[in-house]
């Protein structure tokens, strides 16, 4: 069966610093891969997703992700996030008719 | 371009009361639809996909229904709400039926009292 697992229920960072969300997924077939964020008061909206080719995804406003196989992982990254990056962060896999999400990740950036 | 719309936003309705949610899409035809509930700490939980009018698959076992009366409608219904499906539902759509994005709407608060 398909699963999304984000290991990170609730991350506290100061701006500047570094961010990696864990996602790892479970799926039998050809996966494409989702990160989405909602912004506080906001619709969820899509970060980035990866469908094929360079594993390295590069999304909106600095955002990016690698795909790697064999570690079933998709994470998510910026070099250095900023207190507009406070929101919740969902990792999603696509099957044939569905998505399945993770259980989403809050990010709160200390000013 | 595509739009997708949901009503009411908030809604405030007594325990034992019916329940109905209305989600349309503009700008495309034949899309999958689908309702999600999000709680904190559950994260997005998928209730009911539909791939066409009148079809309907339910992933949770619930006290809710959903049907698609027309193409771009999804409606998400109750006939007797209770406590627990107090939380916040969203509608969403990608196209067609290939592997694609999905686009969600605004969302409607839901408290049941």
């Known amino acids: 069966a398909q699963s999304v697992s984000q290991h990170n229920h609730h991350v506290i960072l100061s701006e500047a610093a570094s961010l990696e969300l864990g996602c790892n997924y479970s799926?039998?077939?050809?996966?494409?891969l989702f990160w989405y964020v909602q912004y506080p008061g906001q619709h969820l909206q899509l970060l980035l997703k990866?469908?094929?080719?360079?594993?390295l995804v590069k999304g909106i406003k600095g955002f990016e992700a690698e795909f790697i196989k064999s570690k079933f992982s998709f994470n998510l990254r910026k070099p250095s996030v900023q207190w507009s990056d406070t929101a919740e962060y969902f990792c999603?896999?696509?099957?044939?008719?569905?998505?399945?999400f993770g259980k989403g990740t809050r990010l709160h950036i200390l000013p | 371009s595509q739009t997708i719309h949901q009503w009411p936003a908030t809604l405030v309705q007594p325990v034992g009361s019916p329940l109905s949610l209305e989600c349309t899409v503009e700008?495309?035809?034949?899309?999958?639809l689908y309702w999600y509930r999000q709680a904190a700490g559950r994260g997005l939980q998928l209730l009911f996909y539909?791939?066409?009018?009148?079809?309907i698959s339910s992933e949770v076992p619930q006290n809710l229904s959903a049907s698609r009366p027309q193409d771009r409608q999804f409606i998400l219904s109750s006939k007797k709400l209770l406590l627990s499906d107090s939380g916040f539902y969203l509608c969403?759509?990608?196209?067609?039926?290939?592997?694609?994005?999905?686009?969600f709407g605004p969302g409607t608060r839901l408290t049941v009292l």
């Open positions: 969403a759509w990608k196209p067609g039926q290939g592997r694609d994005t999905q686009y």
């Open positions: 799926y039998g077939g050809t996966v494409n």
């Open positions: 990866y469908f094929s080719g360079d594993p």
């Open positions: 999603a896999v696509n099957g044939a008719d569905k998505i399945i």
């Open positions: 700008g495309t035809s034949n899309p999958n």
């Open positions: 539909s791939v066409g009018i009148g079809q």
